[in-house]
């Protein structure tokens, strides 16, 4: 199983690229975690907000596989102890299918990439600046696999 991370958003700061390639690395050969950057819908004084996440819903769309099982990070989601994620990232293996989470722009995600999404996970009900997202959801995954292995790192 592979899990890829749709993100949109601009560049990442260098502290943000070197903490999430540090639990990129962490994560087993056989689970890697790829982070997939996407553009911001554009975005200005005579644009509309809903253009722009209909731009975004494209690009996401356009980069989900078909066989794909999709989460998508969204507040009105689901919220998930350590425990629970680990229980999660379990049955996902079990289902042998690759799983795509989604990060959404500054307006949240397109209601056609929701609706693609088998479930909504609620990351936190603070509202969490994108580069610490990133970091937060990377080391959550590095926590979850190592909870399924009985590895210390949790405790």
């Known amino acids: 199983m592979k899990i890829r991370i749709l993100a949109i958003g601009p560049k990442m700061p260098a502290w943000v690229d070197t903490a999430v ?34 731009q975004e819903g ?18 009105s989601g689901k919220a998930w102890s350590t425990e629970q994620l680990a229980e999660q990232l ?17 307006d949240g995600l397109d209601p056609r990439c929701l609706a693609r999404s088998a479930q909504r996970w609620c990351l936190s009900n603070l509202t969490l600046p994108h580069p610490l997202v990133r970091v937060l959801l990377a ?15 949790h405790k």
């Open 21 to 54: 390639a540090e639990y990129q690395k962490r994560m087993p050969r056989e689970l890697p975690v790829d982070f997939v950057p996407l553009a911001l819908g554009q975005r200005g004084r005579n644009a509309s907000t809903d253009k722009a996440i209909a």
């Open 58 to 75: 494209d690009a996401m769309l356009a980069a989900i596989k078909p066989e794909d099982q999709v989460v998508a990070l969204d507040l």
């Open 90 to 106: 379990t049955q996902w293996r079990l289902e042998a299918r690759d799983l795509t989470l989604l990060i959404g722009g500054p």
């Open 139 to 153: 080391e959550q995954l590095y926590r979850a696999w190592t909870v399924t292995q009985n590895h210390p790192y």
